[in-house]
């Protein structure tokens, strides 16, 4: 496609169920970045995928959190036994140029725990 | 740590109006600043930044910027409001260096465009 897709749009799901989100970047771009918002709040930086090399996880909030990606292809982000303030819009976003290349965002994953 | 404050969580402008959309930055090195904007429906995309290059930075749609290091404020501008405006936009920061790309986010600012 034409940008970066993510897929669920909405997601509800129970207390102490685990929950998987998906990223499609855009065809041929290395890095890819996950952010979360909160109700209320801005976006926080959460993981950073640039080619092969090692993630940078510097803001997943806790151990629960965890991502992947295959090459420079879809990403997925897992959060395990999901917690109510786990409630959030997860984006995801793409670029060309790793580090400095301007971002390309998907429209995002609405996560609901109940 | 960096962080963002933008003024504001709801702006309303009649069309042809001046926009003016507030954002103040926090860095304890020289910053990275960026207005996204979010349409009904779609994802962010970028209006414009500043880079260290020159304080007044123009973007898309005839929105521009200016980087005031004395008030530490990264405001937004437009000098005639259009419909098609309406939107959220996000101001955002990087510190530039390894942490370049990692940005973060103002809470952001909906702009309501009355005819």
């Known amino acids: 496609g034409a940008g970066v897709s993510q897929s669920p749009s909405n997601k509800v799901t129970e207390k102490g169920k685990d929950v998987e989100l998906r990223c499609d970047p855009i065809?041929?771009?290395?890095?890819l970045y996950w952010y979360r918002q909160r109700l209320g709040q801005g976006l926080e930086f959460l993981i950073y995928f640039q080619g092969n090399s090692a993630p940078d996880k510097s803001g997943l909030p806790s151990d629960r959190f965890s991502a992947e990606r295959t090459g420079e292809s879809v990403s997925t982000l897992t959060i395990q036994r999901t917690q109510q303030e786990d409630s959030a819009v997860y984006l995801c976003a793409s670029s060309t140029k790793g580090l400095f290349g301007t971002q390309y965002f998907g429209p995002g994953t609405r996560l609901l725990v109940l | 740590a960096q962080s963002v404050t933008q003024l504001g969580s709801h702006v309303s402008v009649s069309e042809g109006a001046l926009v003016l959309l507030r954002c103040n930055y926090s860095?304890?090195?020289?910053?990275?600043l960026f207005w996204y904007v979010q349409y009904p429906n779609q994802g962010l995309q970028l209006l414009l930044k500043?880079?260290?290059?020159?304080?007044l930075v123009k973007g898309i749609n005839g929105f521009e910027a200016e980087f005031k290091k004395s008030e530490t404020s990264f405001h937004l501008t437009k000098p005639s409001a259009h419909m098609s405006d309406a939107a959220e936009y996000f101001c955002?920061?990087?510190?530039?260096?390894?942490?370049?790309?990692?940005?973060?986010f103002g809470q952001g600012t909906i702009l309501t465009v009355h005819p």
């Open positions: 860095s304890s090195v020289p910053p990275y």
């Open positions: 065809s041929g771009h290395t890095a």
């Open positions: 955002a920061v990087s510190i530039g260096g390894t942490s370049y790309g990692k940005l973060t």
């Open positions: 500043y880079t260290s290059a020159a304080t």
